[in-house]
Every structure is written in structure tokens, then in C-alpha cells.
């Protein structure tokens, strides 16, 4: 297993992610596709923890980051690429909205609420 790790941020068996994401067992075995390719630069986590250009602040306590990462990864990759780990979250519905108060937990960032 050791030997098959590419993401630098895997380190003797801990994976640095964990201390800044609140990976879950789940989140171990969806993500692992990741760690052990070279694909690890596409990794949400990986990409957050390597500072891109822009980021909500929002991406590591946001509900509804943490719904997908836990009930559709795929979907979270999404969520991720689109609108948290780049300059489009300050149009991100949830951003806007929290900026005056609570936000409903179905909102999605195109302002659609989910069923
Ligand atoms: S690929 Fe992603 S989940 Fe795996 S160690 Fe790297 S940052 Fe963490
Ligand atoms: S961009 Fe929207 S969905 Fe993504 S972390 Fe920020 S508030 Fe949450």
C-alpha cells in the first residue's frame, strides 16, 4: 500500500488532509482512488490544501459540502470544481445568502434547492 501512495500530502500512513477536513471512514474509501494515482492533483482536498488562486471560506465547515462528501463524492468533485475551489463562490447562492443570515440546508450554489 505504502508504495503505491502518490499524493505527497500521504505521509507514513497519515494523510495530512485528515487534520484539515473532517475526512470521515467513507470519505477513507472514496478518496483513496486519489491518493494512490496520479490523478491525487484533481483531489478536492489536495487542491484546497495546496492553496489555489481562490476559495470559499467556507469550504471546510460549508453543510452542504459536507452532505456530498459523505452521500456523493462524484458530486462534491463537482461542487468543488465549479463553485468552492474557484473565484465563482462569491456568486454561489449559499455564500451570498449567509452573508445576511442562516442558510437553508437544500439551497444550491445556482440559487435551486434540492429535494
Ligand atoms: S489524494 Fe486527497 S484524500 Fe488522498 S491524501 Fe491526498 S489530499 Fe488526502
Ligand atoms: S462556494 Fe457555496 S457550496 Fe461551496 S463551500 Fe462556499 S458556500 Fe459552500
Redesign the pocket.
Known amino acids: 500500500m505504502e508504495n503505491q501512495v502518490k499524493?505527497p500530502?500521504?505521509v507514513d500512513y497519515v494523510?495530512?488532509?485528515s487534520f484539515h477536513i473532517d475526512?470521515t471512514s467513507r470519505d477513507f474509501n472514496t478518496?483513496?482512488r486519489?491518493?494512490v494515482s496520479e490523478n491525487?492533483i484533481n483531489?478536492p482536498?489536495?487542491r484546497y490544501?495546496d492553496k489555489p488562486k481562490a476559495y470559499c471560506p467556507h469550504f471546510v465547515d460549508c453543510d452542504l459540502c459536507k452532505y456530498f462528501k459523505n452521500k456523493d463524492f462524484d458530486g462534491f468533485i463537482s461542487l468543488a470544481e465549479r463553485w468552492c475551489l474557484t473565484s465563482d463562490f462569491i456568486n454561489c447562492a449559499r455564500y451570498v445568502r449567509g452573508l445576511n443570515g442562516p442558510v437553508p440546508d437544500n439551497l444550491y450554489p445556482d440559487g435551486t434547492e434540492l429535494k
Open positions: 499524493c500530502r500521504y494523510r495530512e488532509c475526512t478518496t483513496i486519489f491518493c491525487y483531489c482536498f489536495f490544501l
